[in-house]
């Protein structure tokens, strides 16, 4: 079975809007590209997917906007080549080498996890914290950057009940920014 890894940048008082963190540099850039080589499929909600589609699908004519440095290609390349699944109600068909998950979540995401393979990623908020609530969710790594935004969303609002979980890593970089890697403890130990 591949575990479910939630991956997210959350500042130090939860913040996890895309734009309330620091600006990625290249070592932060390159770990991001890791984690998705370490998936053999992104899962999204909705909103994440259209947010990543339109900062991160290769345009049309293959040439990479001017703000993207070679860090910044490399993790949209690696995206841009990454199998997807979405889960949407209201799509109807999904671009991007993207499948649409219908049905009962849990069900359908179980199913992905049963396949075999190095492991699937999720990001932002909702569905997140829906597949945190039904126990699916198989590694945590939040990526703390080193300001106070003030604001929300926050990371994992609304759960239905506490989540214990076990460091199993850390990483620092240069900017200050760590990486957290968690595990859930056995919800039985609770």
Not at 31 to 37: N, S
Not at 43 to 53: D, I, K, P, S, W
Request: aromatic letters at 8%; charged letters at 30%.
């Amino acid at each position: 079975m591949r575990p479910l890894r939630y991956a997210i940048n959350v500042t130090l008082d939860g913040c996890v809007h895309h734009e309330a963190g620091v600006a990625p540099d290249d070592e932060l850039m390159r770990f991001w590209t890791a984690q998705m080589e370490n998936s053999d499929a992104e899962l999204y909600g909705r909103v994440t997917f259209e947010m990543m589609r339109e900062a991160w699908k290769r345009p049309d004519d293959g040439v990479w906007p001017d703000w993207m440095d070679a860090g910044e290609q490399e993790f949209a390349a690696t995206l841009d080549r990454a199998k997807k699944y979405v889960v949407s109600s209201t799509l109807d068909e999904v671009d991007w080498n993207a499948e649409l998950v219908r049905g009962d979540l849990g069900e359908a995401v179980q199913r992905l996890k049963e396949q075999p393979g190095k492991g699937l990623s999720v990001g932002g908020l909702v569905l997140s914290t829906a597949l945190t609530d039904l126990g699916l969710i198989d590694e945590y790594v939040f990526v703390q950057h080193p300001l106070v935004a003030g604001h929300g969303p926050y990371l994992l609002a609304g759960l239905r009940e506490r989540v214990d979980l076990e460091l199993v890593d850390r990483r620092e970089f240069g900017s200050g920014v760590v990486a957290m890697t968690f595990r859930p403890r056995p919800r039985s130990s609770r």
